[in-house]
């Protein structure tokens, strides 16, 4: 590890992150930025994404995992994966496509290694789950369980994988099939369980509302869309598997109409609000459309220092308009007229 990776004068990263100084006279560290993220109390409400940083050890090098509100790990699975061949990864306009194919070394050895590791640290854990089947997701829930009381805070469920039992259809795709999934997964656990979903449904709110039905504490939103790229030159896919999830800021205002319309919907169910957040302002957005928090993703391969600059930008912002808690600014929509 580079000895002074973590020497880098925050001033500047913040100028780029869209947070910059408070006016004179602000006093940035009066601002509350705590959250309740449906019964999980976060210090601040930026977590990472999960997919983007497996579970921290890339990002634990420019900064301090406890100084985030939380690290969503990458999606675990109840059998290791090795995940699919390359190519797994495309740029494309204002973001990229990637088809990794769930690549983790399964629950067993992710309970071994990796959980004792973040909790070292200091960090707040959400284990993101997936499987293949409704048991697949039980059976993490269950061992993800047995860990020591206090070391997982939450479970975010993965929904955007496809059902073995039912044709391969992607389960967040499917109202009975998600609620089926979060059923099994909240009788499993005792901590909150966030259902992560994907914009490519005629509906996202009737699905938000059968999850939340089935037992989920609350929602991320949102998953990545489905997409693709081609070579112009050779005529292949820029991925292997050819369909790839897009992320990034190509997503955002997609994101955030999805955050809209689940609170105008549902107001008491606590949103994850994740798509193409950059800049300070991008949270802003997202906490106003009506995200509790907000969970940071592709721009960590821009900036790895990302997340813990939204969190002082954010603080810094507040306190130039002079408002005291981040939560004053959730749902807060100005229509027209």
């Not at 808690?325 to 229509?335: A, F, M, N, Q, S």
Request: charged share 20%; glycine share 10%; with cysteine.
């Amino acid at each position: 590890m580079n000895p002074d990776v973590r020497r880098i004068d925050p001033t500047e990263r913040l100028a780029s992150s869209g947070g910059g100084p408070g006016r004179d006279g602000d006093d940035a560290t009066a601002v509350d930025l705590r959250v309740d993220l449906g019964g999980l109390a976060l210090a601040n409400p930026i977590a990472t994404a999960s997919g983007c940083a497996a579970s921290g050890r890339e990002l634990d090098r420019f900064a301090d995992l406890d100084q985030l509100g939380a690290v969503v790990v990458k999606s675990i699975t109840r059998e290791p994966r090795e995940g699919l061949p390359t190519p797994r990864m495309a740029e494309t306009p204002s973001g990229m496509l990637n088809a990794i194919g769930l690549q983790n070394p399964g629950v067993e050895a992710w309970l071994e290694h990796d959980l004792p590791w973040l909790l070292e640290r200091g960090a707040t854990v959400v284990a993101s789950v997936a499987g293949r089947s409704v048991d697949d997701f039980a059976h993490v829930a269950r061992r993800l369980a047995a860990a020591p009381a206090g070391s997982i805070a939450a479970v975010e469920v993965n929904l955007s994988c496809p059902n073995v039992e039912d044709r391969g259809l992607v389960f967040a795709c499917s109202a009975p099939d998600s609620a089926a999934v979060v059923r099994a997964v909240a009788s499993a656990t005792d901590v909150p369980v966030f259902a992560k979903l994907t914009s490519d449904v005629t509906s996202i709110v009737e699905i938000a509302d059968a999850v939340v039905g089935a037992g989920a504490d609350g929602l991320t939103l949102i998953n990545t869309l489905l997409g693709m790229a081609i070579d112009p030159e050779t005529g292949r896919p820029g991925l292997w598997n050819t369909y790839g999830g897009l992320s990034g800021p190509a997503i955002r205002p997609v994101a955030l109409r999805n955050v809209h319309q689940v609170h105008q919907a549902l107001p008491h169910v606590p949103i994850l609000g994740c798509g193409g957040i950059q800049q300070v302002t991008d949270v802003v957005q997202f906490l106003r459309a009506g995200a509790t928090a907000v969970s940071v993703g592709t721009a960590s391969f821009v900036d790895p220092f990302v997340a813990w600059d939204l969190g002082d930008g954010l603080r810094r912002w507040l306190a130039a308009r002079g408002i005291p808690r981040v939560t004053d600014l959730i749902g807060k929509v100005e229509p027209w007229g």
